[in-house]
T-cell receptor, first 113, second 111 residues
Framework: GENVEQHPSTLSVQEGDSAVIKCTYS??????FPWYKQELGKRPQLIID?????GEKKDQRIAVTLNKTAKHFSLHITETQPEDSAVYFC????????????FGSGTRLSIRP | DADVTQTPRNRITKTGKRIMLECSQT?????MYWYRQDPGLGLQLIYY???????NKGEISDGYSVSRQAQAKFSLSLESAIPNQTALYFC??????????FGEGSRLTVL
């Protein structure tokens, strides 16, 4: 079955700097790759996703890149702000209906003032 | 506002007890999932259901069972709770585009 590995487990960056979180997946049939943000004490929420037919997607300060050949994808956050402090999860699944969604182990991002 | 609701939000129980965590949704989604969250282990899939008659085991189904009573209800049971089942449990629905909508979580402590 699918296995998703996520690195690093913790990340601390200076406010205003960029943060990058990387994930690798094992199943070459996976074609949907979402990223979720979980603030302290809250439920995870989708922040951005990418499908296998594109290599990059941006939404304001966040972007995701996908390398299908290498089976890895990354989350990029630019101009980090205090409200970006949270745990971020990557995930992978197959099919447009996203039948089984497998998550990485999470990255705790801290923004230093 | 359409949402995913979990009960109870917090539960402390003893080893060997039977526990049921309930989930209901008003989003109208067919797909419902149960995940377990442990520190440093991310979100591990326990069971998932495509509709009332289609239930599937996830990554860590041993020690758990589920019941899909209706499109809007998906319950998770621990038949005989053990301490290493202490965790935060999330129910989620899946939209047609694949987005997961999580409930607020049920924190379970097994003594």
């Amino acid at each position: 079955g699918e296995n998703v590995e996520q690195h690093p487990s913790t990340l601390s960056v200076q406010e205003g700097d960029s943060a990058v979180i990387k994930c690798t997946y094992s199943d070459s049939a996976s074609n949907y790759f979402p990223w979720y943000k979980q603030e302290l004490g809250k439920r995870p929420q989708l922040i951005i996703d990418i499908r296998s037919n594109v290599g990059e997607k941006k939404d304001q300060r966040i972007a995701v890149t996908l390398n299908k050949t290498a089976k890895h994808f990354s989350l990029h956050i630019t101009e980090t702000q205090p409200e970006d402090s949270a745990v971020y999860f990557c995930a992978a699944s197959k099919g447009s209906s996203a039948s089984k969604i497998i998550f990485g182990s999470g990255t705790r991002l801290s923004i230093r003032p | 506002d359409a949402d995913v609701t979990q009960t109870p939000r917090n539960r402390i129980t003893k080893t060997g007890k039977r526990i049921m965590l309930e989930c209901s949704q008003t989003k109208g989604h067919d797909r419902m999932y149960w995940y377990r969250q442990d520190p440093g282990l991310g979100l591990q899939l326990i069971y998932y259901s495509f509709d009332v008659k289609d239930i599937n085991k996830g990554e860590i189904s041993d020690g758990y069972s589920v019941s899909r009573q209706a499109q809007a209800k998906f319950s998770l049971s621990l038949e005989s709770a053990i301490p290493n089942q202490t965790a935060l449990y999330f129910c989620a629905t899946v939209s047609p585009t694949g987005e997961l909508f999580f409930g607020e979580g049920s924190r379970l402590t097994v003594l």
